[in-house]
């Protein structure tokens, strides 16, 4: 996307951009100078959400890194195992303000309470306009802070910081034509995290770190008075629970498919910092999974573009594997969100997301790492 009128002036005006306007600095410098020079800073927001029934997955997601002046977004969409994907790319620009890319146009209604997802019509057939209404308490994720643990060694570490939640979810998505609603009772999570590092750039940034989120996943559940994200407890807004509550390492009994080594089913205990244990049965709905590799997490399946490190012209691309092709699951696993019918301990149930780095979650179980086995 190029600016063209009045939004081209800005260029004239630089280091000044429209946020400067706004009554937000944090430093002497204009909001467009970030505060490191690090190439690989990064401000990203990931969106996840699914109607009641576990029959349309969607996720969406995109990142801004203002050092290089690229801009990129994803969408992804699962319906039947039918897996669509669309990704665009463009420069920033002036305005970090303005978040669509190509045809995903997302926009915040207010902040820490309400955002709108839009994608357009495009090649692909998928669209959608979504609203997701935040229903859990936000709590800061303070930045890690040791900085004798860089890499390579002798260089500061990678920071990240942000938020996680909750939210309802309604309006509709489009696949070929058809138009399927998100109704009362569809749910979502997001996050907004930013920071330096975090694969931006893919091997040749770096730096001898690492280019995922690990080994561990994570899993997104919400039971209404209590929310599982990772490695917190969210709770609702006015919940006399005050903050957040700390979840400890897990321990997980994972069942995996013989022929992709693809998550398929879990049991996982979780002890929580307060001293209670909880016990949740995941199991995987059909093959409702968004694949992130498309969403250019460790690389996309066919171009291996990494986020952050598409360098061309604006530009918009997609498109749509059948996964329930086990072959084509193998082609494209990678750092996967399964959409799953989740079970506590005390009969409650749920339909939520276990996340998965296939096949290293095989591979961890296999080699009997501590807090891993076989189901």
Partial sequence: MTQAGPDAWFDEQFPLSPADDHMIHQTPDPVRVVWTGDPRAYERYWVICHDPAGEVLVATGGSFYPNLDRAEAYAVVNHGGRHTAVRSFRRIGADRTDLRVGPIAPRIVRGLREWRFVLEPNAWGISWDLRFVDTTRQVF????????????????????????????????????????????????????????????????????????????????????????????????????????????????????????????????????????????????????????????????????IHQGSYDGPDHTEGETYDVNDPATRVFVRGLDEHLCRVTTDDGRSAIGVYQAIDPAAFEQCTAGRPGWAFL
């Fill in 141 to 304: 994720r303070e930045p890690l802070s040791n900085s004798a643990h860089g890499t390579p060694p002798g260089r500061r570490g990678d920071v990240t910081a942000g938020f996680e939640g909750f939210g309802a979810v309604t309006g509709w998505v489009e696949v070929d034509g058809r138009r399927l609603e998100m109704p009362e009772g569809s749910v979502g999570t997001r996050d907004r995290h930013w920071g330096t590092g975090r694969g931006v750039g893919g091997p040749t940034m770096s730096l001898g770190g690492r280019l995922h989120v690990g080994t561990n996943g994570n899993a997104f559940v919400s039971f209404g008075d209590w929310t599982l994200w990772g490695d917190r407890v969210f709770y609702p807004f006015g919940s006399s629970t005050p903050g957040a509550t700390k979840v400890l390492k897990p321990s997980r009994r994972l069942r995996f498919e013989p022929d992709t080594q693809v998550f398929a089913e879990g049991i996982v205990d979780y002890r929580f910092a307060d001293g209670s244990t909880r016990q949740l049965h995941y199991e995987r709905i059909g093959q409702q999974t968004a694949y992130l590799r498309c969403g250019m997490y460790g690389g996309t399946p066919d171009g291996d």
